[in-house]
């Protein structure tokens, strides 16, 4: 396919602003004298480079030069496509060259293979062969690279080039790529009646123009109906409904014509919190689904959320990478059991259960006289395992050796034993009948009606033998103190009897005395 090329070149226009080159085709032309064909190319089998003979010299590829063309069809739809051009010296060993095209913002690359031979009916001029190729199409504001190389790959001969395509700031581009009016399409959101009102009157001038939203997929699928934009309505706007504004939800604008280039915007992309309210949960099949209304490659898991500081713990082996749909067998209900999702930009924890008396199995925790009776009810048949233990900071069970299985199903309670030896301690319960469960704890486990009993005596007679000893002692002390009191008393009366002989005496002595004289 020969490109026809209008010799615009890179100059000025008539209105001042630089004008693109027009093509009226892509394709592939070479210099006079040579065939040229092209083949679509992956690349890969030309990737890697072989030793360079002596005979081959590295100035084989020359001059390349990059630039920017446009191709227009009926009704100013036009595109972008880059136009190469390059120099190759012909040689035995060299059948041709392969051109890459790499998006440095998308990573995505093209390769397309120029197969070279001489024109047997007209002779060349020499060995070079300029070739030009423009059937690569950019868009606007593109950052591209550029590479050619030999069939086959010599190391060391090669070419490289940088490119950035104009913007929608050149006028010429702004006015006649698609992507560019899209910018110009006006929209209003109006959350409470769920609609968007847009409008294209500075886009429709005189062609009717076509509406509608879409999400976008592999294709940007329809949601509702298309809507007809008149070129006689002054107004030029419309009232487009919607259910959710998902992150893939877009607006699509494009005139009446046929085959004509639409022009689309997504404005929505960083709405991402709408999807991950989509979780349905089956209680017969007991599966826990979420299925993401736009593509997004997110990672999900079930976690456990902690009462203590409201973090979400994931469950073992549940973490699962999807784009779509995620899907979750034998998972039992409980308000505490969500699901976690995480994208390279945040995590968001939604709990289905949080709300409501979803859980499929109820337990009640008594006392009897001697043990404690922990009873079960379950509308459906599960087997649960009774751990008593010491719960640690982590909130995880540390087992204290008693251990039970119990299975419950149908309208009777079902109900296990446990010591009330156990008293203040805790019990984990955890269904085991399922793969993803979150146990229950009972904490601070009552005491029984004879054991409190037992304690109660053994506490009132510790207290009694206290009081008893107490008294005996007061008594002992009382005595005491009565006995050195009588003693004192008995002391105190013989120390008066003998002063008062001892008085008498010397009476009688001062009396003898007087008489003798």
Known sequence: MIAKLQIFALLWGTYGYQLIPRIEECGLTCSQGFLCKTQISTGIFNSFCRPTPASLSHAMLRSMKLWTAMECTSGHQCSLHLSIKGTLHLHENVRGMEICFLSVNTQKSQCVNVKVSKNIHVKPPGKKVKLQYNCFEVSAGQHVYVTMKTIPNYCGIQLNQEYYVEDC????????????????????????????????????????????????????????????????????????????????????????????????????????????????????????????????????????????????????????????????????????????????????????????????????????????????????????????????????????????????????????????????????????????SIPTYVCDLPCTFSSSSQQYYETSFNILSTVATLAVLVVMMALLGYHLSVLHKKRKERKGATHIKGQRMRISILCINEEKS
């Open 169 to 436: 700031q050149n006028r010429d581009v702004g006015e006649n790529i698609p992507s560019c009016f899209a910018r110009k399409l006006i929209y209003e959101v109006d959350r409470a009646r769920h609609t968007i009102l847009l409008n294209v009157s500075s886009v429709a001038q005189s062609v009717d123009y076509y509406v509608r939203l879409c999400h976008q997929r592999f294709m940007c699928e329809d949601v509702g109906l298309v809507s007809l934009i008149q070129r006689n309505n002054l107004v030029k706007s419309i009232s487009l409904p919607f259910s959710q504004l998902l992150p893939c939800l877009c607006i699509e604008a494009w005139p009446a014509i046929p085959d004509a280039r639409r022009m689309q915007m997504c404005p929505f992309k960083n709405n991402t919190q709408a999807l991950w309210d989509d979780i349905i949960y089956n209680a017969i099949t007991q599966t826990l689904t979420w299925e993401a209304a736009c593509p997004i490659r997110v990672n999900v898991s079930l976690c456990r959320l902690m009462k203590t500081n409201d973090q979400c713990v994931d469950l073992l082996n549940s973490s699962k990478i999807t784009p779509e749909k995620v899907k979750y067998s034998r998972v039992d209900v409980h308000p505490r059991l969500c699901m976690k999702f995480t994208t390279k930009h945040n995590s968001w924890v939604r709990c289905p259960f949080a709300h409501g008396n979803a859980q499929a199995w109820t337990m009640k925790v008594s006392t009897t006289q001697e043990q404690i009776q922990v009873s079960f009810t379950s509308k459906t048949e599960a087997q649960f395992s009774v751990l008593v233990c010491n719960v640690t900071e982590s909130s995880s069970c540390d087992s204290t050796g008693i251990h039970q299985s119990i299975s419950v199903g149908g309208s009777m309670s079902t109900y296990v034993n446990i010591s009330g030896k156990t008293c203040g301690l805790n019990i984990c319960i955890q269904r085991t009948d399922v793969d993803y």
